[in-house]
């Protein structure tokens, strides 16, 4: 058998369980000068055996028992083995299988890894880390000019999701959204001034990060986390009216919900009905899903910052008083945000895309449940990645839009993220 090993040479192979091959074999060549001091005053010191594991063949895991001669240096004294540029002697390895172990930690769990190659599962684990190190040295992913901050939960704890907006791709992808780890992220982007927007829910210590790092960017929250505390006040009135009902009535406005949190407009016919049966025998429900529309109607409207400023007032004060209290979450919010909620309306900013992007990561998740969250964001980042790249003109420009997975080795391209697929591509 020929291991294709050239500072190997093998002496005889063991068939071991039908499973099996262990490999006697010896260092091809033999020192000529000391590693350390280039002296050429050598002598034999003794031999020693280790057991080193290649990639499987025939089906079978390789063992390859490795006798290398022991040398010490009469000039410096240093003791050492004979070189093998074939050995990994950190991980007790071939280079090709800590290779393998590479290309398929992030795809194969490690345990399926370990038992197929024969190696502990903590030297696969240990071999992926030091792997996804390597490749966090090359992932640099261009500044956005409209930036995205949203949350994923993954692994039991809400992780931190960036996207560009401008160009529909995840840039990072972070263990935790506390304001530090915030930071932390924004500054690996190499020039911050290129970010002119950010847009954002309403979560405080994402305003205080950027306010932190990117002061000059223009804060804007999504629209869509505004609009839905319209909602969950309807919501809260949907459940408070559970106590003057049936149990039979309960459940039927439970199925029914969906209507009440959807826009008139969107409803059919049949739709329509069913709504109007429960807002004519229930006011509390009619007046909750009015207020609800005349509020998305502010912010589906063509109205600027002035204009949209006003309408909310006027809104808020023509709100019926027994239903204030559903709303005062909503109230509460845009008091505390007012800047930058209305700063939608001077640039008509969502980050409606990023939900996508935190569909895209969940798939992921679900293909290799277990996973740790380092692992997770390799397999989003690097592995299953496919990226948006533009190559840079001869001028300081770019030009067309090219994409290609993995990372781009060439300083001639500009990375701008992760591309999410669409459903069909997925």
Not at 199 to 207: A, I
Not at 238 to 244: V, W, Y
Not at 283 to 304: C, M, V
Not at 362 to 388: C, E, M, P, W
Request: net charge positive; glycine share 4%.
């Amino acid at each position: 058998m020929h291991l294709n090993l050239p500072s190997i040479t093998v002496s005889r192979i063991e068939e071991k369980h039908d499973q099996d091959y262990h490999v006697y074999a010896i260092p091809s060549s033999e020192p000529q000068c000391c590693f350390d001091c280039i002296s050429v005053a050598l002598y034999r010191h003794g031999t020693k055996t280790s057991l080193y594991m290649d990639t499987p063949m025939h089906g079978r895991r390789v063992g390859i028992l490795l006798e290398r001669k022991r040398y010490k240096c009469r000039s410096c004294g240093i003791t050492f083995l004979q070189r093998c540029d074939d050995i990994n002697d950190k991980h007790r390895a071939t280079n090709r299988l800590v290779s393998y172990v590479e290309n398929n930690g992030l795809i194969k769990t490690f345990t399926s890894i370990a038992d197929e190659i024969g190696i502990a599962e903590s030297t696969v684990r240990n071999i992926v880390s030091i792997f996804i190190g390597r490749l966090e040295k090359n992932y640099r992913f261009e500044p956005p000019v409209i930036l995205g901050i949203d949350e994923v939960h993954l692994n039991r704890q809400m992780r931190l999701v960036l996207t560009n907006i401008g160009e529909n791709t995840i840039v990072d992808l972070v263990g935790s959204r506390k304001k530090q780890f915030v930071i932390s992220a924004l500054y690996r982007f190499k020039t911050l001034k290129q970010i002119k927007f950010v847009t954002m829910d309403m979560w405080r210590p994402y305003r205080d990060a950027v306010t932190a790092v990117l002061p000059h960017a223009v804060i804007v929250i999504d629209k869509f986390h505004v609009v839905k505390m319209a909602n969950e006040a309807v919501e809260k009135g949907r459940k408070d009216l559970r106590g003057q009902m049936t149990s039979g009535e309960v459940k039927l406005l439970k199925k029914d919900r969906f209507l009440m949190l959807r826009r008139r407009r969107d409803l059919d016919t049949s739709q329509e009905f069913l709504l109007s049966g429960w807002t004519e025998n229930y006011p509390l429900l009619h007046d909750l899903y009015q207020a609800k529309e005349q509020f998305y109607d502010i912010w589906d409207s063509n109205l600027n910052r002035k204009e949209a400023e006003i309408a909310y007032l006027y809104w808020k004060d023509n709100v019926p008083s027994d239903i204030c209290g559903y709303f005062s979450d909503l109230d509460r919010a845009i008091t505390n945000w007012h800047t930058e909620v209305f700063n939608y309306f001077d640039h008509r900013i969502t980050n409606a895309y990023t939900e996508s992007a935190n569909n895209h990561i969940k798939s992921i998740a679900r293909q290799g449940r277990g996973y740790s969250f380092d692992v997770l964001r390799a397999r989003t980042l690097f592995t299953n990645a496919k990226h948006k790249v533009k190559r840079k003109s001869f001028k300081a420009g770019v030009r067309e839009d090219t994409a290609c997975y993995g990372l781009p080795n060439s300083e001639e391209f500009l990375n701008f993220g992760v591309i999410i697929p669409h459903d069909h591509e997925k």
